[in-house]
């Protein structure tokens, strides 16, 4: 059974950095799959904050974070990662990491199929 596990949140101060990372574990057996990272701010939807192709071809973010996260992906060592620079006490969230139902990462929730547990992230002003 494949599994997303995620890890790396915790307390940060504004305008510090953060690296959060998502380990896919199990077999594979339906191969290499877009990924995404969302996060659920307290009171607030579930947000998209970043997408990655199948092959770490393409890239995607939301407008909120555009140009302080990037996502990468290690497909050998199964494993994916986002790098937050920048932070904002707005980016104060549950992170959790998805695996999509196809290669291309889009930002609707109802396109991935499997979650992890989600890592807090909380950034103090």
């Known amino acids: 059974q494949v599994q997303l596990v995620e890890s790396g949140g915790g307390l940060v101060q504004a305008g510090g950095s953060m690296t959060l990372s998502c380990v896919i574990s199990?077999?594979?057996?339906?191969?290499?799959?877009?990924m995404a990272w969302f996060r659920r701010a307290p009171g607030k939807e579930r947000e998209f904050v970043a997408g990655?192709?199948?092959?770490?071809?393409?890239?995607s973010y939301g407008d909120p974070v555009k140009g302080r996260f990037t996502m990468s992906r290690d497909n050998p060592k199964k494993t994916v990662e986002l790098q937050m620079n920048s932070l904002k006490s707005e980016d104060t969230a549950i992170y959790y990491c998805?695996?999509?139902?196809?290669?291309?990462?889009?930002?609707?929730?109802?396109?991935?199929?499997?979650w992890g547990q989600g890592t807090q992230v909380a950034v103090t002003s």
């Open positions: 998805a695996r999509a139902r196809g290669i291309t990462a889009t930002d609707a929730p109802s396109d991935y199929d499997l």
């Open positions: 990655i192709t199948w092959n770490g071809g393409s890239t």
């Open positions: 199990g077999n594979m057996q339906r191969g290499l799959m877009a």
